[in-house]
């Protein structure tokens, strides 16, 4: 293995045992569909960010562009105030890269100014390096009423809040099952299994006339230190994907915007429990 491939798998070694960590039922999951005699590969990996300079989609980005990814497509989700970027890997086993961010010019004066307050806390050069990626939330405490303010207004800067920065989901491909070949068969298993999946626009988003069919769960709620207490607020998500053939007869390889501004909804709350 050469020193590029050996970073990347580093790098994703890192993501997934901090993600799995964090959302045990990622890892049953996971261990599920393994159990079909199915191998698991990822379609993509989901960052979010905030758009200040250092840390904006490009500045992950740059990570991955020196290990040979390369920029895909461009999105814009107006309604959610985020826009987006995708990089396809170097090498057809290895997932591709989505990277949202929060347009702050769009934002109200308070959040813009919570994030800087948090951004602020962060030690010189933290962001240079790149294993902040897996890290979490280098700022605290935090507030659980800071954290209901926030999410009145993004759900999405709310997320950041909590638990910064780290994977928001993995994604399963679909293409790589054998067990399972749609994403009818799959979701129905897991359902089965008492897995809630997010309904938000239909279970399945997409499909064939889009190229792209994708499903996700609900983020599991984990247990959240506040200088209020305790408090269960979700967390991440694991996807599905089904790429469907272009005329031409290639896999579909980017995203469709319709479907990503559905499933950024798998980590909203209706409120958290206290405990």
């Given at each position: 293995?050469?020193?590029?491939?050996?970073?990347?798998?580093n790098?994703?070694?890192?993501?997934?045992?901090?993600?799995?960590?964090?959302?045990p039922?990622?890892?049953?999951?996971?261990?599920?569909?393994?159990?079909?005699?199915?191998?698991?590969?990822?379609?993509?990996?989901?960052?979010?960010t905030f758009?200040?300079?250092g840390?904006?989609?490009?500045?992950?980005?740059h990570?991955?562009?020196e290990?040979?990814?390369?920029?895909?497509?461009?999105?814009?989700?107006?309604?959610?105030?985020?826009?987006?970027r995708?990089l396809?890997?170097p090498?057809?086993?290895?997932?591709?890269?989505?990277i949202?961010?929060?347009?702050l010019?769009?934002?109200?004066?308070?959040l813009?100014?919570t994030?800087?307050?948090?951004?602020?806390?962060?030690?010189?050069?933290?962001?240079?390096?790149?294993d902040?990626?897996?890290?979490?939330?280098?700022?605290?405490?935090?507030?659980y009423?800071?954290?209901?303010?926030l999410?009145?207004?993004?759900?999405?800067?709310?997320?950041?809040?909590?638990?910064?920065?780290?994977?928001?989901?993995?994604?399963?491909?679909?293409?790589?099952?054998?067990?399972?070949?749609?994403?009818?068969?799959?979701?129905?298993?897991?359902?089965?299994?008492?897995?809630?999946?997010?309904?938000?626009g239909?279970?399945?988003k997409?499909?064939e006339?889009?190229?792209?069919?994708?499903?996700?769960?609900?983020?599991?709620?984990v247990?959240?230190k506040?200088?209020?207490?305790?408090?269960?607020?979700?967390?991440?998500?694991?996807?599905?994907a089904?790429?469907?053939?272009?005329p031409?007869?290639?896999?579909?390889?980017?995203?469709?915007?319709?479907?990503?501004?559905?499933?950024?909804?798998s980590?909203?709350?209706?409120?958290?429990?206290?405990?």
């Amino acid at each position: 293995m050469d020193d590029k491939s050996q970073a990347i798998k580093n790098i994703f070694d890192h993501l997934w045992v901090d993600y799995t960590i964090l959302n045990p039922n990622v890892q049953r999951i996971h261990d599920l569909i393994a159990s079909q005699q199915e191998k698991v590969v990822n379609d993509h990996i989901a960052f979010r960010t905030f758009g200040l300079d250092g840390i904006r989609v490009e500045d992950l980005a740059h990570f991955f562009l020196e290990l040979g990814y390369t920029y895909g497509g461009d999105y814009h989700f107006k309604e959610k105030k985020l826009k987006a970027r995708h990089l396809d890997a170097p090498r057809p086993d290895l997932p591709k890269i989505f990277i949202s961010e929060l347009i702050l010019e769009e934002c109200s004066a308070q959040l813009v100014d919570t994030v800087k307050a948090v951004i602020s806390q962060t030690e010189d050069g933290y962001f240079k390096t790149v294993d902040y990626l897996w890290k979490g939330r280098p700022w605290n405490p935090i507030s659980y009423q800071v954290y209901d303010v926030l999410r009145q207004e993004s759900e999405y800067a709310a997320w950041m809040y909590v638990f910064g920065y780290r994977a928001n989901h993995f994604t399963v491909s679909v293409n790589q099952l054998k067990q399972f070949p749609d994403l009818v068969s799959l979701n129905a298993m897991l359902k089965q299994q008492g897995i809630t999946l997010n309904a938000s626009g239909g279970e399945i988003k997409g499909g064939e006339s889009v190229y792209l069919s994708q499903s996700s769960t609900m983020a599991d709620k984990v247990a959240i230190k506040f200088v209020e207490g305790v408090y269960s607020v979700p967390s991440c998500f694991y996807e599905f994907a089904l790429r469907h053939e272009l005329p031409s007869g290639e896999l579909f390889s980017g995203f469709v915007a319709d479907n990503a501004d559905k499933i950024f909804e798998s980590t909203n709350s209706q409120g958290a429990l206290r405990q």
